[in-house]
T-cell receptor
Framework: DVKVTQSSRYLVKRTGEKVFLECVQD?????MFWYRQDPGLGLRLIYF???????EKGDIPEGYSVSREKKERFSLILESASTNQTSMYLC??????????????FGPGTRLTVT | GQNIDQPTEMTATEGAIVQINCTYQ??????LFWYQQHAGEAPTFLSY????GLEEKGRFSSFLSRSKGYSYLLLKELQMKDSASYLC???????????FGPGTRLSVLP
C-alpha cells in the first residue's frame, strides 16, 4: 500500500513564526503536491513538484514556499505565518507511469492553527 | 484558469442510485478525477476519465463529455458508508496541475 505521512496532525503556531510542514511518501512517486482545504472552498493547490528540486506554483502560492531535496520528501514552508493561513493542509503523491499514474494518494492532513 | 462546479449537498436513500454532476470550464484540460472524502479523513481516489464515455468500477461509474465540459459520478446500490463528500477535479494539459471543485456532500438515509 502507498503510504503518505505528514509530520504532524495538529499544529498551533503564532503569527510571524516560520512553519515547516513535512511530507514523506514511500512509493518512489515522481509527483508530490501540497493543498489546503477550507470549508466552502474545497481543496486548493498551493505547489506541486514533478521531480527532485523542481517545483511549480499552483493556484494559491502566495505566502508559501516549498522544498524537494529528496524524491520521497516534500516540505511546505510558511515563512511568516498569518492567521489567514489557518487551515487543513494535505500532501499528496502520484506516480508518473504504470499502475499508480494519475492516482493521487493523500496523507492524513495537518490542521494548522495560527494565533 | 479553470472553474469547476458541483452541487453542494445531495440526499439519497439506502439501496437507491444517485448521480452527482460536475461541470468544468478550463483553458487546458487533460482529465477528470473523482475522489471520496469521509468527514475528518483524507480524500481517496475513485476514478479517472480522459476519454469521452463511461468508466465502470463496481458500484461506482464515472462519465465524461469533453465537448460539453461535463462529468458525472454514478453510485448504485447505495450504502450508509457512502455518506461522504465527493470531489470532482480536473487537470491541465500536463496532467499535474489539479483544480478541485467545492465537493458534494452526500447523505445516505436508511
Amino acid at each position: 500500500d502507498v503510504k503518505v505521512t505528514q509530520s504532524s496532525r495538529y499544529l498551533v503556531k503564532r503569527t510571524g513564526e516560520k512553519v515547516f510542514l513535512e511530507c514523506v511518501q514511500d512509493m518512489d512517486h515522481e509527483n508530490m503536491f501540497w493543498y489546503r482545504q477550507d470549508p466552502g472552498l474545497g481543496l486548493r493547490l498551493i505547489y506541486f513538484s514533478y521531480d527532485v528540486k523542481m517545483k511549480e506554483k499552483g493556484d494559491i502560492p502566495e505566502g508559501y514556499s516549498v522544498s524537494r531535496e529528496k524524491k520521497e520528501r516534500f516540505s511546505l514552508i510558511l515563512e511568516s505565518a498569518s492567521t489567514n493561513q489557518t487551515s487543513m493542509y494535505l500532501c499528496a503523491s502520484m506516480g508518473a507511469a504504470g499502475a499508480s499514474a494519475y492516482e493521487q494518494y493523500f496523507g492524513p492532513g495537518t490542521r494548522l492553527t495560527v494565533t | 484558469g479553470q472553474n469547476i462546479d458541483q452541487p453542494t449537498e445531495m440526499t439519497a436513500t439506502e439501496g437507491a442510485i444517485v448521480q452527482i454532476n460536475c461541470t468544468y470550464q478550463t483553458s487546458g484540460f487533460n482529465g477528470l478525477f473523482w475522489y471520496q472524502q469521509h468527514a475528518g479523513e483524507a480524500p481517496t481516489f475513485l476514478s479517472y476519465n480522459v476519454l469521452d464515455g463511461l468508466e465502470e468500477k463496481g458500484r461506482f461509474s464515472s462519465f465524461l463529455s469533453r465537448s460539453k465540459g461535463y462529468s458525472y459520478l454514478l453510485l448504485k446500490e447505495l450504502q450508509m458508508k457512502d455518506s461522504a463528500s465527493y470531489l470532482c477535479a480536473a487537470t491541465d494539459n500536463y496532467g499535474q496541475n489539479f483544480v478541485f471543485g467545492p465537493g458534494t456532500r452526500l447523505s445516505v438515509l436508511p
